[in-house]
């Protein structure tokens, strides 16, 4: 089985805080991803990277950066935490030339 | 751009019954992949079922199928026998097809409650 994991499920940071979110796949995925979840946007897509060290922008990717230094593992930070960065943040993991996303459990992020 | 419109926040259904979940979705690609995933409460997403757009036989896994219209750019999921297990939170999901960067665009989400 596909394992797709997060370093947190639940975090509460303060405003202007550096916040770092882990996540490591298990199955040698080129593709990696990060979404945020809130109510009624449904997901948004962060950031992906298709091979370790490169990155693009997804839709919304103001006031976050990633980093993937290795296959199985994609971060994703936030420079100087906000409210307005409240939200679940999910990972997701997808084979070169496959359709399937799986995805990771999910961070509940609270700013405050 | 791709967008995907789910316009049903919240459905309810009776066990056993029969719902569809409404999907409605907008490109000028050809050639695309719909998804539909569920998001139980407090675990991880999965796939339920996937539709190849050049193939016009509508997907079946199981109790859930899909009624794709391409014309109409309309994607909707039927679950039949529903169980309360259902319950979750499902999203309709848009993919071009499978090259090096290729990515989903979600809709919004539609939160199905199965009542015994």
């Known amino acids: 089985d596909v394992k797709v994991t997060q370093s947190s499920r639940y975090l509460v940071k303060r405003t202007g805080e550096k916040v770092f979110l882990e996540c490591v796949q298990d199955?040698?995925?080129?593709?990696m991803f990060w979404y945020r979840q809130d109510p009624g946007l449904g997901l948004r897509l962060i950031y992906f990277?298709?091979?370790?060290?490169?990155?693009e922008k997804g839709d919304i990717p103001e006031g976050y950066s990633v980093s993937r230094e290795k296959k199985e593992r994609f971060s994703l930070i936030l420079e100087s935490a906000s409210t307005n960065q409240t939200s679940m943040y999910l990972c997701?993991?997808?084979?070169?030339?496959?359709?399937?996303?799986?995805f990771g459990p999910g961070t509940r992020l609270t700013v405050t | 751009a791709q967008t995907v419109t789910q316009s049903q926040p919240e459905m309810s259904v009776q066990e056993a019954e029969t719902v569809t979940l409404s999907c409605t979705y907008d490109?000028?690609?050809?050639?695309?992949?719909l998804f539909w995933y569920k998001q139980p409460p407090s675990r991880q997403m999965i796939l339920v079922i996937r539709?190849?757009?050049?193939?016009?036989q509508n997907a079946t896994e199981n109790r859930f199928s899909v009624n794709f219209q391409k014309a109409a750019k309309s994607f909707s999921l039927k679950i039949s026998d529903s169980q309360l297990g259902d319950t979750a939170m499902y999203f309709c999901?848009?993919?071009?097809?499978?090259?090096?960067?290729?990515?989903?665009?979600f809709g919004e989400g539609t939160q199905l409650t199965v009542n015994p």
């Open positions: 490109t000028s690609e050809n050639n695309y992949y």
């Open positions: 999901a848009f993919m071009k097809p499978k090259t090096s960067g290729s990515r989903l665009t």
């Open positions: 997701a993991s997808r084979r070169q030339g496959g359709d399937e996303q799986y």
């Open positions: 199955m040698d995925h080129e593709n």
């Open positions: 990277s298709y091979d370790v060290k490169m990155k």
């Open positions: 539709q190849e757009a050049y193939k016009q």
